[in-house]
Structure formats: C-alpha cells, structure tokens
C-alpha cells in the first residue's frame, strides 16, 4: 500500500490508509533495506534514511517518515539487534 494511492489496494489513499498501517509501512520499509538478506547485504542507517526520505510523500507518509528520522540514532541502533546487527 502506498501513501498515493497507487500500490496495491490502489483505491486507498492518504489519510484513508489506517495510521497503524502508515507506521508499518516505514518500519518495514527501514528494516527491509537494514537487513542483510541471502541474496543481498545489508545497507547502512544512513542509507537507510536516505531511503526512507526519497520514499516520504510517495509510497510512504511524508510525516512519519520525518517522526521515524527524527528519533536519535542511538535509540534505532539499540533496537538493531532484532533487525540482525549490521551496525
């Protein structure tokens, strides 16, 4: 589901997207890219983020997407070990 609308339930757009389901979206987005996978490495935070802000506005919500940036590095990091650590 994308924030435009033009994902899949294509009909379904902005604000009509449930916010749980918004906040899902950038989560899974942001742990999807951290994770190393079998058939590709992880990336960086930093890459991360840059994702996740190219993606704000249009497959995700622009404000969360700023809400997710906005909390301080180390509080993400502290996390990545449910992620699998590539810190």
Same mark, same amino acid.
């Given at each position: 589901?994308?924030?435009?609308?033009?994902?899949?339930?294509?009909?379904?757009?902005?604000?009509?997207?449930?916010?749980?389901?918004?906040? #899902?979206?950038?989560?899974? &987005?942001?742990?999807?890219?951290?994770?190393? $996978?079998?058939?590709?490495? %992880?990336? !960086?935070?930093?890459?991360?983020?840059?994702?996740?802000?190219?993606?704000?506005?249009?497959? #995700?919500?622009?404000?969360? &997407?700023?809400?997710?940036?906005?909390?301080? $590095?180390?509080?993400?990091? %502290?996390? !990545?070990?449910?992620?699998?650590?590539?810190?």
């Amino acid at each position: 589901m994308r924030i435009d609308g033009k994902g899949y339930y294509y009909h379904i757009a902005g604000a009509d997207i449930p916010l749980g389901a918004r906040i #899902l979206a950038v989560a899974d &987005v942001f742990s999807a890219v951290f994770m190393r $996978r079998p058939y590709k490495e %992880a990336a !960086s935070y930093d890459e991360c983020i840059e994702i996740l802000k190219d993606a704000a506005g249009t497959q #995700l919500d622009a404000h969360l &997407v700023d809400v997710f940036c906005s909390i301080p $590095r180390e509080k993400v990091m %502290a996390c !990545s070990h449910v992620l699998g650590d590539n810190a």
